[in-house]
């Protein structure tokens, strides 16, 4: 049974899947940051969970540390393209070290780029990125959906 | 014909005129590359950014003033022989400011250190001293576990930060380990400083991420000051009009201003609405203990966090913005109880 579960959900640990030193909101300001986690890893994975009907689990813990902005950007993003309704059931954040960051993301940061979403107030792109999904109409579309800024 | 014959005459006389001896003329030949003249800028005897930031500051705006001296003068030598009261945070600023004649070439600066011994010492002992060479050309001799991280860049330097931070947390713990919480605070503070720095002027940033070992009362403590030389809060907060109308009939000052923007009041600049949590988190961080007695002095404004009735605004203007923060043994218990 245990098992069952567990193959229902997929996982990203960032100090492993990503970067153990992570940066800043967009990436014309570091490496490692927050735009280029969504576009690289995060658009992707969740895209999988959705089609398959699964759960995807972030793992926070252990990395130097994060700017809140980072997460915003990376997270923001995911709400902008799939919206909060989709992604909320299917998104679990362990964040033990600082539990404060699970509360920022599912509080605030779902609920502000939820309403930017609704706004048609479009994300910056600050490097030109390969096509990435979208929930339109019901289904997920591939393209590249905002020029480089 | 006779006319232009006297013409050529008298210009003939004009130049044998002009080509006689003239003082003035030999000054102001000497004004050429030859000249090589130097300025004198004593730093007086309090050099505390903490308790006489005016004193620093002042030094700073001669400092800045100097970059448009005339091209015969060569050198600038700053005294600070006279100096009795120091603290890490005026160093930390003045090696700030001096980093940015690195890309002066025509000025070089030199000076002296303090006669007082413990103000020697404590010089010597900063990191400041990493960045210079003596007369003979050489580096100094380094004389403690004290460093000063050069950041200055239009990129946040992320892995160079994360191991620096391991390595000041080996002085706590005797463990090179992780800590989050810094790691995210000096983040913040870069990545805002790189965001709404003048874009034009964005690749020659200043910072400076000072790390200071010290023992107080049995106690091991790693001290952090962040130095950006730009703009400063105030100047780049971004205000409403309608705030910045009520906020003037309502006696709101700077100090009251900076309080406000540590707090999330303002909008970000960007005027995004999912923005501005990093100024609340640094406060955020200082409030749940995993750092303690942070400061701020930004602009016009010394805000101390942990002592508030040392919060006040500041004859000088400081171009840009001063943190410093310090970290225990316990703010670490307190981080991760585990």
New interface residues.
Partial sequence: MFREMESQVNKIKIKNDY???????YCN????SGEDFYHTMLNDAFSLVYREGKMLEIDLD????????FL?EAF?NLIFDFTVEIVKPRIKIIST??P?WEA?IIN??FQ??E??RVSN?FPKKTEKHQEWFRYVNGQLTKNVWIQQQ | MRRRRRAKIKRRELNIQRNKFNPYKERYHKRGKERNEEIELDAGTNFSLLTHPEAVIELLHRLEGCKKVPRYIKRIFIDLSHIQTIDIDAINVLLAKINEFSKIKRLHISGNMPNNKNCRELFEKSGFLDYMIDLSGNKFEKKSLNFILSIGSDKTLNEKIGRTIEKAMKFLTGVEQKYPPVYSIVQEMCSNSIEWANPYNNRNRNWLLGIQLVKKNFEQVVNFALTDIGFGIINTVYRKIGTKFVESFGNIDDLEILKRTFEGVYGSKSREPNRNKGMPLIKDRFESGYIYDLRVITNKVFLDFSAKENSRIIARNFPGTYYSWSINKKCLERWNPK
């Fill in positions: 970067n153990e030193y992570t940066g800043p909101r300001q570091g490496a490692a252990d990395t130097a540390g994060y700017l809140s902005s915003d923001g070290q600082e404060d920022m605030d940061v502000d780029w309403n930017r107030n």
